[in-house]
């Protein structure tokens, strides 16, 4: 599962996110990962506490709550804390790595299982060169770059990079969910219904056979979901 979500921020949230970021406190981004990540791992992150990161949290978690595309497509049981990350001039890359299974949420130490990895990118893509998330899925390697505001959903069991940037700045949130279906294979299943059912509609209004459908889904959903 490689998902590209659009606007999950407005234009006026973006903009507002990267003022607040032009002179946050950024940190070497090594401190929050594992040993074999920060063998790899060359880019800064915001304290998760600071007034810039607690803000664009909020913006985030907003957008997240009124898209129902990302709620069928993550069915999120958790959500880590969104963290803010920037690469450029001589912090720029985060070579290959798998993310850690299991993470600690920074305010209340809940446990979250990384079943789905996510990155909303906050600067405009041709504000800089490289800074490409590269995602080594079934397909071969996938390469990611979106318009600011924008959300991509990748399975936390996958390879993926972030290219050097060699120009400009690459601003992004990163987070991770925890699933009620932890099993890939079951989400999309459930994802790929709901979409097809949400087009059956807008083509032909309300029937006997969607009311069916979306028994059906949800009774899947009720089969599969740990709440
Ligand atoms: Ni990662």
Known sequence: MLLHIPDILTPAEVQHAQSLLADAPWLDGRASAGSQARAVKNNEQLPHDCDAATQIRTLLLRGLDRNPTFFSAALPKKVFTPRV???????????????????????????????????????????????????????????????????????????????????????????????????????????????????????????????????SYHNLLRMWADT
């Open 85 to 215: 990350n920037r690469y450029g001039g001589d912090s720029n890359f985060y070579g290959n790595h798998v993310d850690n299974a299991v993470r600690f949420a920074p305010d209340s130490g809940q446990r979250v299982r990384t079943d789905i990895s996510c990155t909303l990118f906050l600067s405009d893509p041709a504000s800089y060169d490289g800074g490409a998330l590269v995602v080594q899925d079934s397909a071969g390697p996938q390469q990611v770059k979106l318009p600011a505001g924008h959300l991509v959903l990748y399975a936390g069991t996958s390879v993926h990079q972030v290219t050097p940037v060699t120009r400009g700045v690459r601003l992004a949130c990163f987070f991770w969910i925890e699933s009620m279906v932890r099993s890939q294979e079951q989400r999309q299943l459930l994802f790929n219904l709901d979409m097809a059912l949400l087009r059956l509609r807008q083509q032909h209004g309300e029937s006997d056979e969607t009311t069916a459908l979306t028994g």
